[in-house]
């Protein structure tokens, strides 16, 4: 199987790193075993960035290798230590690659040596409990999770930079006018689509130093998509001119030097773009005698069109210095024109979900989706193995407002909650009315709210009721029976002298 040399297409999978996760730990040392929190941050992933590189001329090292990933974060560790930030992944790509997404929407245009596009962003790192803590949050046991990099799939297309381009039929000479102009070395043959690839020769004419490149099998239909023009005509949309490259000494039947300058500016037409760009004719192979005359022919008729023609030879070289200072001076007038590109840093940031920042709340056949960029991250930095965490994000939606959202729009206790992209949804039963905020006491990594209410708080709770009212000379005891029914104070009840009530509520112990 060949082996390409020029690769000006390829589709490119890039993921970013992973966060690292944070740390739940309590410091420790003798005679303080119960120090505080010190759970340390873990570190951002590592971006995938595209950057410019004058050395770069081809895509073929994405052709090869086309899935690229960055580093990981780190996670963090006790002790207040942080993870490590994930190396970012610098891709270098030619000047002029213009990227794309996977709906082929033009993400961005790559001009100028250094510019940057961050095309997939790193995860966040999660937070330890120590950065989780607060005055009512003194001691977490839970931390935050990493958040995923950004994973997709873009395809890099490069536009040849060049400052003058050359079309024209197969053979009529355009490799070997580069080869006399410049020192480039192109394969020259004396048969058709001799040159399969886009050539580009550096020109120095006086003080001006521009680019020449060739758009190899042009014919007529090759905007429809025949010969190979439809494929390299893109690498001439970024010339300052065109340079039509005529043969006059074509032997083809029914070819003349008008009829081809002609349908080759039919299909520049079809392909569109190029209308406000300069013309330069050259009419090669004049040292042939029969190129000489057809040349000498056709000249005042090019002429009378407006168009600068000149009478070239790229084998014997004549008139090709004339035609170089003429194209030099094109390149001068384009780029006193030009506004100064500097290099840019673009960060590419992938499309929002649909509420944006906040959030939106849709009812659909599945439950109640919402979807927004911060209760998605949230999600995503949840660990929900621990029921502290699982609070602690319930306290973040409803700070948010997605509960009272959520009621308003018509939700009941028992509804389905979606949160996220309908493909990865993370799932909830809606049960409206939970407290934020504080911090309950339990065993650590749990939370009560999300368990059921003991017998004994209930008790208590119906006691607190009665007891508003209780009747005169009535005390706490005699409510608590009353609540009980006749059966609770007969064994272990508050009348049993071995019964001990202030497992459950010490506060019975008043009026006894």
């Not at 008139?319 to 840019?344: D, N």
């Not at 409206?432 to 209930?458: K, N, V, Y």
Request: charged share 25%.
């Amino acid at each position: 199987m060949a082996v390409p040399t020029f690769v000006d297409r390829v589709t490119l999978h890039v993921a970013a790193g992973r966060g690292g996760n944070g740390v739940a730990s309590v410091h420790r040392e003798k005679f303080k075993p119960l120090g505080g929190p010190d759970g340390g941050n873990g570190g951002p992933g590592g971006s995938v960035i595209l950057r410019v590189d004058p050395n770069v001329t081809t895509l073929l090292d994405y052709h090869h290798s086309p899935k690229r990933r960055a580093e990981h974060g780190g996670h963090g560790a006790g002790a207040h230590r942080n993870g490590a930030h994930g190396s970012d992944l610098v891709l270098p790509v030619p000047d002029g690659t213009v990227v794309r997404g996977e709906d082929g929407e033009v993400l961005a245009d790559m001009v100028g040596a250094g510019t940057e596009m961050v095309i997939a962003q790193g995860g966040r790192g999660g937070l330890g409990n120590a950065a989780l803590a607060s005055a009512k949050r003194k001691a977490p046991g839970f931390a935050l999770l990493g958040e995923p990099g950004d994973e997709l799939a873009i395809s890099l297309e490069l536009k040849v930079v060049a400052d003058i381009g050359l079309v024209g039929f197969p053979s009529a000479g355009k490799s070997s006018l580069i080869a006399a102009m410049s020192r480039a070395r192109p394969k020259i043959a004396d048969y058709p689509f001799t040159t399969l690839v886009p050539n580009l020769g550096v020109v120095t004419a006086g003080d001006t130093v521009f680019t020449v490149a060739d758009v190899p099998g042009l014919i007529e239909g090759a905007s429809e998509g025949r010969g190979l023009g439809h494929d390299f005509l893109r690498h001439i949309e970024r010339c300052a001119a065109l340079v039509h490259v005529i043969d006059t000494a074509s032997i083809e039947p029914g070819r003349n030097p008008v009829d081809d300058l002609d349908v080759i500016e039919n299909e520049l037409a079809r392909y569109g773009g190029l209308e406000d760009r300069p013309r330069l004719v050259a009419l090669n192979k004049v040292d042939v005698p029969d190129g000489s005359d057809i040349a000498d022919m056709v000249v005042e008729d090019l002429q009378a069109r407006g168009l600068d023609v000149h009478l070239v030879s790229a084998a014997s070289g004549v008139g090709v210095r004339e035609l170089t200072f003429a194209m030099a001076r094109i390149v001068q007038e384009a780029r006193a024109a030009r506004p100064v590109v500097e290099a840019t840093r673009i960060v590419l940031r992938p499309g929002g979900a649909d509420g944006g920042d906040e959030f939106t709340v849709k009812e659909t056949g599945e439950g109640w989706r919402v979807r927004g960029t911060k209760p998605e991250r949230w999600v995503r930095q949840t660990d929900f193995s621990n029921d502290e965490a699982v609070g602690f994000l319930a306290d973040r939606l409803n700070r948010l407002g997605v509960e009272e959202k959520l009621v308003a729009m018509g939700a009941v206790e028992g509804d389905t909650v979606l949160i996220g992209h309908p493909d990865n949804a993370v799932v909830f039963d809606f049960k409206p009315g939970i407290d934020a905020g504080a911090e309950m006491l339990g065993r650590r990594g749990e939370d009560q709210r999300f368990t059921e209410e003991r017998p004994a708080a209930s008790r208590r709770r119906a006691i607190d009721e009665g007891f508003g009212d209780r009747a005169e000379g009535e005390a706490r005891a005699d409510v608590a029976r009353r609540v009980d029914g006749p059966t609770s104070y007969e064994i272990g009840g508050a009348d049993d002298p071995d019964a001990d009530w202030s497992e459950d509520d010490p506060s019975l112990g008043e009026g006894r």
